[in-house]
């Protein structure tokens, strides 16, 4: 599953079959695991949901307690998914692959285990969007990262 798939998908308590929000984005923490996630609830207020509380299912974010939900009035993070998006990757030989574009979450771990990257509208169009194995990734700058088709590479960044 894609991260931008998460946002809007309805929050879903269980017990009372009832929506009671939208995920607005997933937090990314420096482990490259969701956090949190910041839902748009149904009283026009951002709330947070923690990794431990909720449920990544097919169409809908599960969760079991609504005392999981907690206030996010003033709420700042810095999330890698802001921090990475659009850092180029080259293979390496130094040929540029494209842009970082999303990264793949896998679901019941909520662990970030590859990214998506985009060659350019065309080349997309044709041929689809490229993803590769986060460990495959080694950022050797902020705004840059080259691909270790080894893997086993560190997933640290400047």
């Known amino acids: 599953m894609k991260l931008r798939n998460l946002k809007n998908l309805p929050v879903f308590y269980r017990?009372?079959?009832?929506?009671?929000?939208?995920?607005?984005r997933a937090i990314i923490g420096d482990s490259f695991e969701i956090a949190y996630l910041i839902i748009n609830s149904d009283d026009r207020t951002q709330k947070m949901i923690k990794k431990s509380d909720f449920h990544i299912g097919h169409n809908s974010i599960v969760i079991n307690d609504l005392d999981c939900i907690k206030s996010y009035a003033h709420g700042e993070e810095l999330t890698i998914y802001?921090?990475?998006i659009g850092d180029t990757l080259f293979d390496k030989e130094g040929k540029e692959l494209?842009?970082?574009?999303d990264f793949v979450v896998v679901k019941d771990q909520k662990q970030?285990?590859?990214?998506?990257?985009s060659s350019g509208i065309i080349q997309d169009l044709l041929e689809g969007r490229q993803e590769l194995p986060l460990d495959q990734i080694h950022w050797a700058s902020a705004k840059s990262g080259v691909i270790n088709e080894e893997g086993?590479?560190?997933?640290?960044?400047?």
């Open 152 to 158: 086993g590479e560190e997933t640290g960044w400047s």
């Open 82 to 84: 802001e921090q990475k």
């Open 15 to 24: 017990d009372t079959a009832q929506v009671i929000g939208r995920v607005e």
């Open 98 to 101: 494209g842009v970082l574009s």
């Open 112 to 117: 970030i285990s590859g990214v998506e990257v």
